[in-house]
């Protein structure tokens, strides 16, 4: 079992910036991809988007359409994955969810709300 804890949600004006966090604890040796998804309001049938994933350990891959503006990265000694937003935008509003990936499961935390003003 893996258990994923988000925090530093909030809200922002509009170009601001924000970090968001992700700790993941329990069996964390067996985490195969780690990321970031996010679910925009109003819509919850709506699938969850990929934002940015670690994939087998190897550099991130990002939405197209959020590259140049956020950035994963990782602290292994912490097993902490952050999400560094910049420049943010109002349609960037969203609940944010970690996601991490085993070999046989699927793993989610229960999210952080991002809320962008204009």
């Known amino acids: 079992q893996v258990q994923l804890v988000e925090s530093g949600g909030g809200l922002v004006q509009a170009g601001g910036s924000l970090r968001i966090s992700c700790v993941a604890s329990?069996?964390?040796?067996?985490?195969?991809?780690i990321g970031w998804y996010r679910q925009a309001p109003g819509n919850p049938g709506k699938q969850r988007e990929l934002?940015?994933?670690?994939?087998?350990?190897?550099?991130?891959n990002y939405a197209e359409s959020l590259k140049g503006r956020f950035t994963i990265s990782r602290d292994n000694a912490k097993n902490t994955v952050y999400l560094q937003m910049n420049s943010l935008k109002p349609e960037d509003t969203a609940v944010y969810y970690c996601?991490?990936?085993?070999?046989?499961?699927?793993?989610w935390g229960q999210g952080t709300q991002v809320t962008v003003s204009s």
């Open positions: 996601n991490a990936e085993s070999s046989l499961w699927s793993y």
């Open positions: 329990g069996n964390t040796a067996s985490i195969v991809n």
């Open positions: 934002v940015a994933v670690f994939k087998n350990s190897n550099s991130p």
